[in-house]
């Protein structure tokens, strides 16, 4: 499976950046996919994940109410829709296909795309 991640930016805080994950597989409603970004001196942390069907979602408790994730298996595509960003939001982003760890509720990742910068000035 190959992930392209594309959409990061410079925006300025409360605004909005929309980033997109295209893979390359036939099999692609049998992944979950999600986000995880790495703040600079900071690990990579969970951010978002979306079930093969697109019908299960799970975020991490700092973005609930501001980054809704979704996918469009016609597409091979998952988005993630950051509103209402804030400078602690600033990192790489990264997409991911796998499982979800069925006790957390995060992303179990087998594949991994390159990353996209997202900075939040304040």
């Known amino acids: 499976v190959q992930l392209q991640a594309f959409g990061g930016g410079v925006v300025q805080t409360g605004d909005s950046l929309r980033l997109t994950c295209v893979a390359s597989?036939?099999?692609?409603?049998?992944?979950?996919v999600g986000w995880l970004r790495q703040a600079p001196g900071r690990e990579r942390e969970f951010v978002a994940v979306?079930?093969?069907?697109?019908?299960?979602?799970y975020y991490r408790d700092s973005v609930k109410g501001r980054f809704t994730i979704s996918r469009d298996n016609a597409l091979n595509t998952v988005s993630l829709q950051m509103n209402s960003l804030k400078p602690e939001d600033t990192g790489v982003y990264y997409c991911?296909?796998?499982?979800?760890?069925?006790?957390?509720?995060?992303?179990?990742?087998?594949?991994w795309g390159q990353g996209t910068l997202v900075t939040v000035s304040s």
């Open positions: 979306v079930s093969g069907t697109g019908a299960t979602t």
């Open positions: 597989t036939r099999t692609f409603s049998s992944y979950a």
């Open positions: 991911s296909a796998g499982g979800i760890d069925a006790r957390t509720h995060t992303l179990i990742s087998d594949y």
